[in-house]
């Protein structure tokens, strides 16, 4: 089954006393898997957590994930004195270096990094972990599903441009044979047909090629990521592809290669959209 790396997922819930527990994920096409996080001030040390859960069920994609904590009561602001003694002491001693006469306000100095926060914060990210952890879960389970339901489309796609590659080899197939056929017969010499048919004969990359899309084909049914083959795959189509269009003497034939790699590039498009 194909999957998709485009997808979304959110739950929400009350989780008593922290209150109202918002969790959204994202995914978009990426080469590997690359998560990005936005947590609340305090909850900064669950990343890993809910990373180990992302990478079970995802293998490729960047991956957002936003999680909002709504209080609904009110909570004692913590301001850590000593970090902001320290702060002080460094900035006292640079301004004295560099004689710097700038006198540093109180609103810069609060909010620099870990002088505020939430008093609850600092030992709930063990008590809130049970229940945030379902809550990835679930909105998991929604982003793989909608993942899950764009393979399955890309599949279909892939399946109808991979036929129409068949059907365009197989018209340039039996028309190149004659092409050769008559090229050849209206030829006097063999060292002149020998050298004609290795400027202009077809027929390998027309079975490579051919070879390729069967392959394709075949890998569209394969479970797990597949993505990075097909797209192999694909470009080794395109080298056939440009192979025939640059040996072809025949303005049908060209035009045929012209759609073909058009279809491919198509076809290639869509395979950077698979985990």
Same mark, same amino acid.
């Given at each position: 089954?194909?999957n998709?790396?485009?997808?979304f997922?959110?739950?929400?819930?009350?989780?008593?006393?922290?209150?109202?527990?918002s969790?959204?994920?994202r995914?978009v096409?990426h080469?590997?898997?690359?998560?990005?996080?936005h947590?609340?001030?305090?909850f900064?040390?669950?990343?890993?957590?809910?990373?180990?859960?992302?990478?079970?069920k995802?293998k490729?994609?960047?991956?957002?994930?936003v999680?909002?904590?709504?209080?609904?009561?009110?909570?004692?602001?913590?301001?850590?004195?000593?970090l902001?003694?320290?702060?002080?002491? +460094?900035?006292?001693?640079?301004?004295?270096?560099?004689?710097? !006469?700038d006198e540093?306000?109180?609103?810069?100095?609060?909010?620099?990094?870990g002088?505020?926060?939430?008093?609850?914060?600092r030992?709930?990210?063990?008590?809130?972990?049970? +229940?945030?952890n379902?809550?990835?879960?679930?909105?998991?389970?929604d982003?793989? !599903?909608?993942?899950?339901?764009?393979?399955?489309?890309l599949?279909?796609?892939?399946?109808?441009?991979?036929?129409?590659?068949?059907?365009?080899?197989?018209?340039?197939?039996? +028309?190149?044979?004659?092409?050769?056929?008559?090229?050849?017969?209206?030829?006097?010499?063999d060292?002149?047909?020998?050298?004609?048919?290795?400027?202009?004969?077809?027929?390998?990359?027309?079975?490579?090629?051919?070879?390729?899309?069967?392959?394709?084909?075949? +890998?569209?049914?394969?479970?797990?990521?597949?993505g990075?083959?097909?797209d192999f795959?694909?470009?080794?189509?395109?080298?056939?592809?440009?192979?025939?269009?640059?040996?072809?003497?025949?303005?049908?034939?060209?035009?045929?290669?012209?759609?073909?790699?058009?279809?491919i590039?198509?076809?290639?498009e869509?395979?950077?959209?698979?985990?």
């Open positions: 089954m194909l998709s790396m485009t997808g997922g959110s739950r929400q819930a009350r989780i008593p006393p922290f209150g109202k527990v969790i959204e994920l995914s096409n080469k590997f898997l690359d998560m990005v996080f947590l609340p001030e305090g900064l040390s669950l990343e890993d957590r809910i990373k180990k859960e992302i990478e079970a995802t490729r994609g960047r991956v957002t994930c999680i909002n904590i709504i209080s609904e009561e009110a909570s004692a602001v913590f301001i850590n004195e000593r902001l003694k320290n702060y002080i002491g +460094r900035i006292k001693n640079i301004k004295k270096r560099f004689k710097i !006469k540093v306000r109180l609103d810069t100095l609060i909010h620099l990094p002088i505020l926060s939430l008093a609850g914060s030992s709930s990210k063990e008590r809130i972990w049970p +229940r945030l379902l809550l990835v879960n679930q909105a998991l389970e982003l793989v !599903k909608m993942r899950q339901k764009e393979g399955r489309a599949g279909a796609y892939l399946k109808s441009r991979a036929g129409a590659l068949n059907n365009n080899l197989g018209i340039i197939k039996r +028309r190149s044979k004659k092409v050769i056929k008559e090229k050849c017969s209206q030829i006097k010499t060292e002149e047909r020998a050298s004609f048919l290795k400027e202009t004969d077809i027929t390998e990359e027309v079975e490579r090629l051919a070879f390729h899309i069967q392959n394709f084909k075949n +890998r569209l049914s394969k479970p797990g990521p597949i990075k083959e097909l795959i694909a470009q080794e189509m395109q080298r056939e592809a440009n192979t025939m269009g640059a040996k072809s003497c025949n303005a049908a034939i060209s035009t045929r290669v012209v759609q073909i790699k058009s279809q590039e198509k076809i290639r869509q395979v950077q959209n698979i985990e």
